[in-house]
């Protein structure tokens, strides 16, 4: 069986298309969009990093990083692609703790911030994710298939690691 060519997105990717196509990418506290059109078979993916820009330049271009932005510029793709936003299957992937033996308790990491800004972006533009993946301990492995849509999804949790240690001489 011929294997599908494959878009790997690092953080502040995102990608929209169609066609015998993988997007992958991996995920640790960042979160995903994943929209997928069965009836057009168009989908895309994003990969965010931070809930949102600070204090983004008057005109600078919207940047992937960030959640809010990273959901504008899907939103984009799909206007530019025929706008039909009801017909899209929308998902939510990611936003792990990926230190839970030393963040639990004393902050909020910044997995959950991710999530609640994708939830509350989601919400803001009327739109709920079938799909949700999000939270707990470690990282996911994330695939879409454009051929089909098929999401494919795999957390692997954190492992117990020894406590630093310091030598001394």
């Known amino acids: 069986m011929p294997t599908l060519p494959e878009v790997f997105l690092r ?3 995102w990608y929209f298309g169609q066609g015998d196509r993988l997007i992958r990418t991996i995920l640790g506290s960042c979160v995903s969009f994943v929209f997928w059109h ?4 168009l989908g895309g993916m994003t990969h965010a990093l931070l809930p949102s820009r600070q204090r983004p330049a008057p005109g600078a271009p ?3 990083h960030y959640v809010d932005e990273a959901l504008e510029l899907m939103l984009g793709a799909i206007a530019r692609h025929g706008g039909d936003l009801p017909g899209y299957q929308v998902h939510l992937y990611g936003g792990g ?3 839970p033996q030393i963040l639990r308790g004393r902050v909020k990491n910044i997995g959950d911030v991710n999530v609640d800004t994708a939830l509350a972006q989601l919400a803001r533009v009327g739109l709920r994710s079938i799909r949700t993946h999000v939270r707990g301990d470690g990282h996911r492995k994330l695939s879409l298939d454009l051929a089909d849509g098929r999401v494919l999804i795999q957390q692997v949790e954190v492992t117990q690691t020894p406590p630093l240690t310091r030598r001394t001489p």
Do not use: I, T, Y
Request: glycine share 24%; aromatic share 8%.
């Open 11 to 13: 953080p502040g990717d």
């Open 38 to 41: 069965p009836g057009q078979r």
């Open 62 to 64: 919207l940047d992937g």
């Open 97 to 99: 703790n990926m230190f």
